[in-house]
């Protein structure tokens, strides 16, 4: 009977154990957690000596994005992992809300040939994945000996005060909570709105209408919306506004909204393609480009 008594007791010993939140570090026999510049491209399928602290550190100006990534290196499979954000403070009392927090799952492409020898081939992290989609379509797991990523976008209000900030994010691998640490530097000067650097982000000039787009799953232009929504948040300008090249009155509608925009430096007035035979066969059709112009 004692026997007994003493093997539930270790059992129950060893489950609590198993609950409690372990510290940034090894998860035993899951993953290993650990954290690189928000620039670095860690490849999916590479080892790496040059790890640092499973931790996340911030510094900002107001009314900017900011960025991090907490990496997990799988030891064994991992069925499932989560991340929850939580609310920083500063030692004034002042919090920096959860919700100006976004988080992505890193998605990976396979680069067999590189155009220089100073990068490797291998599995890149390319696109971003909002967290939520990811645990949506099961893509929150990690197979035994590969890296897998999570990116934070820190967003600075215009109102926040500036301070340091500090708090836990929880990383969950397989039901065993890690707790990350993590520190917000809000310097004291505000970002305006307008941009003064110029951009031109080359989306294709031919989207949903064939060239590179064209295995595109949504070649839509709400689709090419999004993207340029998207890029002028984050003060990117592209070449061209989300309307066919030959709809003019889709240009000049973009252009009403967009145009206006602070962060909007840069855009090409659409043009189509006609037979010239002083260019080889191809040149522009100024009829066109010319109602353009007077539309505008």
């Not at 007994?4 to 035993?28: H, K, R, Y």
Request: hydrophobic share 35%; glycine share 6%.
């Amino acid at each position: 009977m004692k026997k007994t008594v003493i093997g539930l007791l270790t059992l129950a010993f060893l489950l609590s154990a198993g609950a409690c939140d372990e510290t940034a570090g090894t998860t035993p026999g899951k993953a290993e957690i650990w954290s690189a510049a928000d620039t670095v491209k860690v490849l999916q399928d590479k080892s790496y000596e040059d790890k640092e602290e499973a931790a996340i550190s911030v510094t900002a100006v107001r009314n900017e994005y900011e960025g991090a990534q907490i990496l997990m290196t799988a030891e064994t499979d991992v069925k499932s992992y989560t991340v929850a954000t939580a609310s920083l403070t500063s030692s004034t009392g002042k919090t920096y809300a959860a919700e100006n927090v976004e988080v992505f799952n890193q998605k990976y492409i396979t680069v067999a040939l590189t155009t220089t020898n100073s990068f490797p081939s291998g599995r890149y992290p390319d696109a971003l994945l909002p967290f939520e989609t990811a645990e949506e379509y099961g893509e929150n797991n990690i197979e035994a000996g590969n890296n897998q990523g999570v990116y934070f976008s820190f967003y600075i209000p215009k109102e926040q005060e500036a301070g340091i900030y500090t708090g836990n994010f929880t990383l969950t691998v397989d039901g065993v909570k890690n707790s990350i640490p993590v520190t917000l530097k809000v310097v004291d000067y505000t970002l305006d709105d307008e941009v003064h650097s110029r951009s031109s982000f080359g989306v294709h000039r031919y989207w949903n209408e064939g060239g590179i787009v064209s295995a595109e799953k949504d070649a839509s232009y709400d689709m090419y919306a999004a993207y340029y929504e998207y890029l002028l948040e984050h003060r990117i300008s592209t070449r061209y506004m989300p309307a066919a090249l030959s709809d003019t009155e889709g240009f000049i509608e973009q252009l009403r909204k967009y145009a206006v925009d602070p962060k909007c430096s840069n855009y090409i007035i659409p043009y189509v393609q006609a037979y010239d035979s002083s260019f080889a066969g191809t040149g522009i059709d100024y009829e066109f480009y010319k109602e353009t112009l007077n539309a505008i």
